[in-house]
């Protein structure tokens, strides 16, 4: 019970679908961030909004498309997705984003495990 | 080569050990984060630490800047605390968060 929520918990599309994942924080935060967690791999930064703002694109490809129309909502459009792009997706929250050195504490929601057919 | 490095990549103990997880980096860091991820997925921040040490009920984190290294320690493991324990760090040149891959920790009864 972290307070940050995601829909779907699970989702299977083909390439050629467009789906949405969806997060939702009620901490009052201001920044949140998109992860990718492959097997194997160490997690990935995809994106990052602060108050509303994308402050954070790390090299995602376009068929990723991120939203966030308030500060406690964001959404992650998919779109002719590739079956590598099957993971976990994680949604983070924090009350600021890191500038000034300054690092906040980072909560995260269950994640959504995508499977690309 | 990753900037974070973790070890061991996999830890069995028996109930009731003392843990040890290393994590070593190589940037200048302003902080470095300790994570905790449950099979199913869950994450949950176990600490955040820029210096020195910090303690919540059995587990202690502890840094070193000059070393470049830190440390997760859980004493008396319970196999509750099975999981995949993650470090971050907060830094580098272009001044990002790099994850390790993760020490997968199996504590059994």
């Known amino acids: 019970e972290t307070g940050v929520t995601q829909t779907p918990r699970h989702l299977v599309m083909g390439m050629t679908n467009k789906k949405s994942l969806k997060c939702e924080q009620h901490?009052?935060?201001?920044?949140m961030y998109w992860y990718k967690q492959s097997a194997k791999k160490p997690l990935e930064l995809m994106f990052v909004?602060?108050?509303?703002?994308?402050?954070e694109n790390n090299s995602v490809p376009s068929r990723f498309s991120p939203e966030c129309p308030n500060s406690s909502h964001l959404f992650l459009h998919l779109h002719t997705l590739q079956p590598e792009d099957s993971a976990l997706y994680l949604c983070?929250?924090?009350?600021?984003?890191?500038?000034?050195?300054?690092?906040?504490?980072?909560?995260f929601g269950p994640g959504t495990r995508l499977t690309v057919t | 080569k990753n900037e974070v490095e973790q070890s061991p990549q996999n830890l069995t103990a028996q109930e009731g050990e003392f843990i040890t997880i290393n994590c070593s980096y190589s940037?200048?860091?302003?902080?470095l984060h300790w994570l905790q991820q449950h099979p199913g997925g869950g994450i949950v921040s176990l600490f955040m630490?820029?210096?020195g040490k910090k303690k919540h009920g059995r587990l202690i984190a502890t840094i070193n800047i000059q070393e470049k290294h830190s440390s997760l320690h859980i004493t008396a493991s319970h196999p509750r605390d099975s999981a995949v324990y993650i470090c971050?760090?907060?830094?580098?040149?272009?001044?990002?968060?790099?994850f390790g891959k993760g020490t997968l920790l199996t504590v059994n009864p």
């Open positions: 901490l009052g935060h201001n920044a």
């Open positions: 909004y602060s108050l509303e703002e994308r402050v």
């Open positions: 971050a760090v907060l830094g580098g040149s272009n001044y990002k968060l790099t």
């Open positions: 983070a929250s924090s009350q600021g984003y890191w500038t000034g050195g300054l690092s906040y504490e980072q909560y």
């Open positions: 940037v200048g860091i302003s902080a």
């Open positions: 630490l820029s210096s």
